[in-house]
């Protein structure tokens, strides 16, 4: 591309951190000799987030045997060029609570057993056979989709896996790290004001999200960042990446 590594690599951070693209892009007015529209920043968030998430998105992961699993509802114009008209879609996502890894993530139209079961699936294809207990909240769809995924022990009566079920309604509370992880994307898309574009690009913005959820920032329980504890092996190989986005941009190059 005619601008350079550091430049995009510096502008997807920036919109990462909350930053609009129009801020952006006076940003860059400031530090940069030749200046991008605000159209072309938000398409290297989309295009560089669906880049490096198709190579993150196959890394195995190394975490605890509890996963937890829940949905986030968020709003989108249903047509970009609409000035009226908002869509309720869902982002079903699903964390490990002791490595705070985002194991999957998925925007979707709706929260359906399809929707749910793409998720769930991948929860499994990544951690093979390391879960050994699933926390969801009473949605009904669960039960159905965590059998369908992990399999039913007909001789001892039960799922492979055991399904913790917490009911919010009744009191019981909820779970912690997944609800820290939803007010963080809440925090980002608050100022978006929503999403504006389709279903694929909300899911190519939340994919990035999901980047620098794992691999950017660093967690405040843990102290560093996500990827570092359930993929050790990529923590070496990014050790002297101070610019992480870039060095996950090479690595998807080689990888993709």
């Excluded at 964390?95 to 925007?107: M, V, W």
């Excluded at 879960?131 to 965590?146: A, E, H, N, W």
């Excluded at 999403?195 to 959820?213: P, Q, T, V």
């Excluded at 660093?218 to 190989?237: F, G, N, S, T, V």
Aim: net charge positive.
């Amino acid at each position: 591309m005619r601008n350079t590594p550091q430049k995009v690599s510096q502008s997807i951070d920036l919109f990462y951190r909350g930053v609009s693209t129009r801020k952006v892009q006076e940003h860059l007015a400031i530090f940069h000799p030749h200046n991008a529209s605000n159209v072309s920043i938000y398409k290297w968030v989309v295009k560089y987030s669906k880049m490096i998430s198709k190579f993150t998105n196959k890394l195995k992961v190394t975490v605890s045997g509890e996963v937890q699993v829940d949905e986030m509802e968020c709003h989108r114009r249903i047509s970009h060029k609409a000035k009226r008209g908002i869509d309720k879609n869902w982002f079903i996502d699903s964390i490990d609570p002791e490595t705070k890894f985002l194991i999957s993530g998925e925007y979707s139209k709706t929260r359906g057993k399809r929707d749910i079961k793409a998720v769930v699936s991948k929860i499994k294809e990544r951690t093979e056979n390391q879960i050994q207990m699933v926390t969801t909240d009473g949605l009904l769809t669960y039960p159905k989709v965590i059998k369908s995924v992990w399999g039913y022990n007909h001789k001892l009566k039960r799922c492979n896996v055991f399904h913790n079920k917490v009911n919010a309604s009744k009191g019981e509370g909820f779970n912690h790290p997944i609800e820290r992880l939803h007010n963080s994307v809440r925090a980002r898309t608050k100022v978006m004001r929503g999403f504006h574009g389709s279903i694929n690009s909300a899911n190519a913005i939340l994919k990035g999200y999901e980047i620098y959820y794992n691999f950017i920032t660093k967690h405040q329980a843990i102290k560093k960042c996500p990827y570092e504890l359930a993929i050790p092996e990529l923590a070496l190989a990014l050790e002297n990446e101070k610019n992480r986005w870039l060095g996950l941009i090479k690595l998807s190059n080689i990888n993709n």
